[in-house]
């Protein structure tokens, strides 16, 4: 369970540590419900050990637990070189939680009609105030319709404007009180608004199933999704003083698998799914014969119309039906 002792070692989730608490959450957190295989490396980062790490390897537990229980950590835990590396090949930049907060804090601006709602910014010194109020909410809105906005980080990273357990550039933890993200802040109207475990427990569902995030790189995107699940105990250990149950934190583990996916955001397909000048055997009036495949949406750069395997995601408010990312883009 979470670790209450601040410093650089707790921001680094170990999968260890997610094992212990079921085999089931690792798996989970690990799956892909569009392929319905597991998230993939999408990263050469780590194919010095072995061909399990290639880049189109799916990730499995035992390759990120027991001895290799150290291969995937946050960005600011890794060396500087790998930093470099992935900024020029990936254009991974991470952004201050100074930014991120004042970002999100223009968000709640303009669903409150009104400035510094959950915290008071210095730009002084970058930092901020936190709102030691309970959140009062404007005439003709409620806590519950906040908890049901729907909230969204475009190549989420570690997911720094949804929860943040730490600074994602300094690696320096922020205490709960002082959190920033997009989930975090319903979180805290949750705890701020229910009493009982089981109210907490159905808004926070709410709260997770209205928050959603995509990534390309499959080592962050498990980094997002430990970030998001480790939240959730954080916030209900802080309110209730225990663990949740097993079968809460699996089920919040299931939204976040759903909710938080792996994809080429500038195609809405699994990243390098499109067949494009590939050869491929194709049944033909003479026979089986190998022909040259493009794809249309990477020559005309039509996102409808790619090969590529377009990327699923759960409609939790209508009857949890599966749609297609792309079918919601007007």
């Known amino acids: 369970m979470p670790n209450k002792e601040l410093g650089p070692a707790c921001i680094d989730i170990r999968e ?37 790490y290639d880049y189109h390897s799916q990730i ?17 835990l890794k060396s500087k070189e790998q930093q470099t590396d992935r900024a020029k090949d990936m254009a991974e930049v991470f952004t201050p939680s100074w930014v ?17 709602v959950f ?32 909230r969204m980080e475009m190549t989420c990273g570690e997911a720094p404007y949804l929860v943040s357990r730490y600074d994602a550039t300094t690696g320096e933890p922020i205490p709960l009180q002082e959190r920033i993200g997009l989930l975090d ?28 995030g995509f990534e390309w790189q499959g080592d962050n995107l498990l980094l997002a999704r430990e970030a998001l699940l480790w939240t959730f105990i954080e916030y209900y250990q802080e309110k209730f003083g225990k663990a949740p149950l097993v079968k809460s934190i699996n089920y919040i583990a299931y939204i976040i698998s759903w909710n938080l996916w792996q994809m080429d955001g500038l195609k809405g ?14 049944q033909t009036l003479f026979g089986e014969e190998e022909q040259i495949v493009h794809c249309p949406g990477c020559q005309q750069e039509d996102i409808r119309r790619h ?10 408010a209508n009857d949890k039906k599966k749609i297609r990312f792309i079918d919601l883009m007007k």
């Open 185 to 212: 802040r319903k979180l805290r109207v949750v705890s701020e608004n229910t009493e009982t475990s089981g109210d907490w427990l159905d808004w926070a569902q709410i709260a997770y199933m209205h928050t959603y």
């Open 16 to 52: 260890d540590d997610l094992r212990e608490i079921s085999q089931e959450v690792l798996e989970t957190l690990l799956r892909d419900h569009t392929t319905r295989r597991n998230i993939f490396w999408a990263t050469h980062d780590y194919k010095a050990l072995g061909s399990a």
């Open 307 to 316: 090969n590529g395997i377009y990327c699923l995601i759960r409609d939790w």
């Open 269 to 282: 397909v699994v990243p390098d799914s499109c067949r494009h000048g590939v050869k491929e055997k194709i």
């Open 60 to 76: 499995l537990p035992e390759l990120i637990t027991g001895e290799n229980g150290m291969v995937i950590r946050p960005r600011v």
């Open 119 to 150: 915290n008071v910014e210095n730009t002084t010194n970058h930092t901020w105030q936190p709102n030691p109020n309970k959140i009062e909410f404007p005439e003709g809105k409620t806590w519950k319709d906040y908890v049901r906005a729907t």
């Open 100 to 116: 991120c907060n004042a970002q999100n804090n223009l968000v709640d601006e303009a669903w409150f009609g009104h400035k510094d």
